[in-house]
């Protein structure tokens, strides 16, 4: 009888014990954190977001105009320095200058004029017989003889002239240019030389659109390229 009883008291623990183990190992298993699968759509996953780090930018070609336009010009002439800016150069023309400088006759001897200048008046050739402008002076001359720069300035042009014969452009850099004709091939002067008033750039020689009148120099002068009368400088 005992026996049976203490039987039947194991068997009962043995029973206890197994529920009591199964029931912690669900404890257990549910404490376990494990991966599911297939879950629903409605399902809410929850993410972090990502770090963000600002960067600053530099402005854009539209915002840096603006920026630009909005500063004042005053502002903008105090931070340049005179020395800074380039010389001018020999070439910019003074339009105050109403006379030559330092004005030389470009002959020895100019009392002698053949053809005045026409001051764009039409006057009847005596080589060709038409009717032109005479845009400069003929100053009689023996060839050979000397001419003279009228002024300081830069040899602008050399050029042998089927009409003109050999042809100097002289430029004084103040508005002035001094154009010579009918001279002879043996020049003094080159193109872009500096010369000053009074030097040597050739002799007399002839132009065949002229070649009706005796030896002379053919002269013009422009003043902001408008004609001029030579005489008015030179005399």
């Given at each position: 009888?005992?026996?049976?009883?203490?039987?039947?008291?194991?068997?009962?623990?043995?029973?206890?014990?197994?529920?009591?183990?199964?029931?912690?190992?669900?404890?257990?298993?549910?404490?376990?954190?494990?991966?599911?699968?297939?879950?629903?759509?409605?399902?809410?996953?929850?993410?972090?977001?990502?770090?963000?780090?600002?960067?600053?930018?530099?402005?854009?070609?539209?915002?840096?105009?603006?920026?630009a336009e909005e500063e004042p010009?005053?502002?903008?002439?105090?931070?340049?320095?005179?020395?800074?800016?380039?010389?001018?150069?020999?070439?910019?023309?003074?339009?105050?200058?109403?006379?030559?400088?330092?004005?030389?006759?470009?002959?020895a001897d100019i009392s002698a004029?053949?053809?005045?200048?026409?001051?764009?008046?039409?006057?009847?050739?005596?080589?060709?017989?038409?009717?032109?402008?005479?845009?400069?002076?003929?100053?009689?001359?023996?060839?050979?003889?000397?001419?003279?720069?009228?002024?300081?300035?830069?040899?602008?042009?050399?050029?042998?002239?089927?009409?003109?014969?050999?042809?100097?452009?002289?430029?004084?850099?103040?508005?002035?240019?001094?154009?010579?004709?009918?001279?002879?091939?043996?020049?003094?002067?080159?193109?872009?030389?500096?010369?000053?008033?009074?030097?040597?750039?050739?002799?007399?020689?002839?132009?065949?659109?002229?070649?009706?009148?005796?030896?002379?120099?053919?002269?013009?002068?422009?003043?902001?390229?408008?004609?001029?009368?030579?005489?008015?400088?030179?005399?």
């Amino acid at each position: 009888m005992v026996g049976s009883a203490c039987w039947f008291a194991y068997d009962q623990g043995e029973k206890i014990t197994k529920e009591l183990t199964g029931q912690n190992t669900v404890r257990e298993d549910r404490a376990v954190d494990k991966h599911v699968k297939n879950v629903p759509k409605s399902t809410t996953v929850y993410t972090t977001p990502a770090a963000t780090r600002t960067v600053p930018t530099s402005p854009t070609v539209t915002e840096a105009a603006v920026i630009a336009e909005e500063e004042p010009a005053e502002a903008v002439m105090d931070r340049i320095d005179p020395e800074d800016l380039p010389p001018l150069m020999p070439n910019v023309l003074n339009t105050g200058i109403t006379k030559l400088e330092n004005p030389k006759a470009p002959l020895a001897d100019i009392s002698a004029v053949l053809e005045p200048f026409s001051n764009g008046e039409l006057v009847r050739s005596s080589t060709t017989g038409t009717w032109q402008t005479h845009n400069g002076t003929d100053i009689a001359a023996p060839e050979g003889a000397e001419v003279y720069a009228v002024s300081n300035g830069e040899i602008k042009a050399v050029e042998n002239n089927a009409l003109w014969g050999t042809t100097v452009v002289l430029d004084h850099h103040n508005g002035f240019m001094t154009r010579y004709c009918a001279l002879a091939p043996d020049l003094s002067v080159q193109e872009g030389q500096m010369i000053v008033s009074g030097e040597t750039i050739g002799t007399v020689g002839s132009a065949d659109i002229e070649s009706a009148l005796p030896p002379h120099l053919h002269i013009e002068m422009k003043h902001h390229g408008k004609y001029i009368d030579p005489m008015d400088q030179i005399s």
